[in-house]
């Protein structure tokens, strides 16, 4: 039986504890009308470490004109409010519902990829052929290279030297070699295959690992200090960001959006929409049923014995993911804990049964023998945007209209979000020629079928789960 020492449901860093404001642990973006106003943060370890939050500009308290004012302020808000004011001399208003980096950028697994969206860079070549999948490449990449750049700017505890695809089946090992021939043939991109016992006594014994695929680019970060942050970097720069300020009302009168919140109306020329998988249903017309939020289980250990760390061989603290489908995640912390995560429930109301942190302690179990039984100090869940035909999307869905939005990311948004806030800032700023890829120049999908998405994703993920076991 696994120990658990797990964070309390509602402890923040700070402020009021009426149920007002307390965390919703079944929050569900595709039925909830909203994330609420001035909500605590989900208890995550990154919560707890982070330190004191720094300052922001308090909430919205009457009506004001601004030139830009973005929504949400999460990785992707704040730094196209960066941008904006860094590279365009453009000084962002910054309204979020709750408090910084409340939803998707204080509850993931802290892993910064070389990629975005969930296809794999083959599919690209399968999707949009060659010319255009090296462009994409192109983007990623230097995408990756800002990330990185911003990152040094920052005491986020970044954990350098690369990702590892860890086969988790001996039948994908030969998957994993024809990728990296892609990735050389056709990219350019150095990978190296690694073998079974190659892996496990030189990086970390995961008992299900069939060897890995191993990629130059990756790096681990503080989910939350890498915020506060872009916080900081932000407001220094000139923007404002306003926490408890989420956006009850839209209103566009002869070109001006008058976003309304509990204090104020905030009157806009142009409006960015950064809110991932926590954009309400009735947020605006242009995404309604554009994304479907998944949910992700993660948890962290109380940090490990000496012992532990060597049963486990943990001689890597570079980034880690699985081949499934519904694919786990993880790498060993500063602190010597493991951080873990997974797929989670299909719905909000489901995500605090216990069915599903007990599916991830059983998983953590099946990869580290030697931690069946350690304490979790931290559990929670968050969710994911995944666009429908897996990319993401950094547009302006009516070229009529000065609202423009990045979503989208597929779980792989800590490091892309940098890049997709700096494309998002161009196109504000009227400056996206250059802007040619698919990923710019088309809206994100709609479903024929969105009433019943989750029906079809119920019966997804029992087919997945098969097929992810299959020996």
Not at 227 to 250: D, N, Q, T
Not at 380 to 392: E, I, K, L, Q
């Amino acid at each position: 039986m696994v120990q658990s020492v797990i964070t309390r449901v509602g402890e923040g860093l700070s402020g009021a504890r009426d149920s007002a404001t307390q965390y919703d642990p079944t929050y569900d973006p595709l039925v909830s009308p909203g994330p609420g106003q001035g909500k605590q943060y989900a208890p995550t370890y990154w919560v707890a470490t982070a330190g004191t939050p720094p300052p922001d500009d308090g909430p919205i308290t009457k009506d004001i004109d601004v030139d830009v004012a973005i929504i949400g302020a999460g990785y992707t808000g704040l730094a196209t409010a960066l941008c904006l004011a860094r590279e365009h001399g453009i000084k962002a208003v910054v309204l979020e519902a709750n408090r910084t980096s409340w939803g998707c950028s204080s509850r993931n697994g802290g892993q910064g990829q070389n990629a975005s969206g969930r296809l794999s860079r083959s599919q690209w070549v399968e999707r949009w052929g060659k010319d255009v999948a090296l462009k994409m490449h192109d983007e990623i990449q230097e995408g990756f290279d800002n990330f990185k750049k911003l990152v040094a700017e920052i005491d986020c505890d970044p954990q350098p030297g690369g990702h590892f695809l860890i086969a988790h089946r001996p039948r994908l090992m030969a998957k994993l070699a024809a990728e990296s021939k892609v990735w050389k043939d056709v990219f350019g991109y150095p990978s190296e295959l690694i073998d079974q016992a190659t892996f496990r006594r030189e990086y970390v014994n995961d008992s299900e690992a069939a060897g890995a695929l191993h990629e130059p680019e990756g790096i681990g970060i503080h989910a939350l200090k890498l915020a506060f942050g872009y916080l900081r970097l932000a407001r220094e720069a000139g923007a404002k960001v306003h926490p408890a300020s989420p956006v009850i009302g839209w209103e566009t009168i002869n070109g001006i959006h008058h976003l309304r919140t509990p204090g104020g109306i905030v009157r806009a020329r142009s409006v960015g929409i950064a809110t991932g998988a926590y954009t309400a249903q009735n947020l605006h017309p242009s995404l309604t049923s554009r994304v479907m939020p998944i949910l992700s289980n993660s948890m962290v250990t109380r940090p490990l014995t000496s012992q532990e760390i060597a049963a486990c061989n943990f001689r890597t603290t570079q980034v880690l993911t699985d081949t499934r489908t519904l694919r786990f995640y993880y790498r060993f912390l500063p602190d010597n804990r493991l951080q873990i995560g997974s797929r989670s429930a299909i719905t909000g109301a489901d995500a605090p049964n216990s069915k599903h942190f007990e599916l991830l302690v059983e998983g953590m179990g099946r990869k580290f023998p030697a931690l069946r039984g350690v304490a979790i100090d931290y559990s929670w869940w968050g969710w994911v945007d995944v666009s429908h035909d897996m990319m993401p999307r950094v547009c302006q869905p009516d070229p009529k209209q000065q609202v423009f939005y990045a979503l989208g990311y597929g779980g792989n948004g800590v490091s892309y979000s940098q890049q997709a806030g700096r494309r998002l800032a161009e196109r504000i700023a009227g400056k996206a020629e250059k802007q040619t890829l698919p990923i710019f120049t088309s809206p994100l999908p709609g479903h024929p079928f969105a009433p019943f998405r989750r029906i079809g994703q119920r019966m997804l993920y029992q087919m997945y789960f098969r097929r992810d076991e299959k020996p």
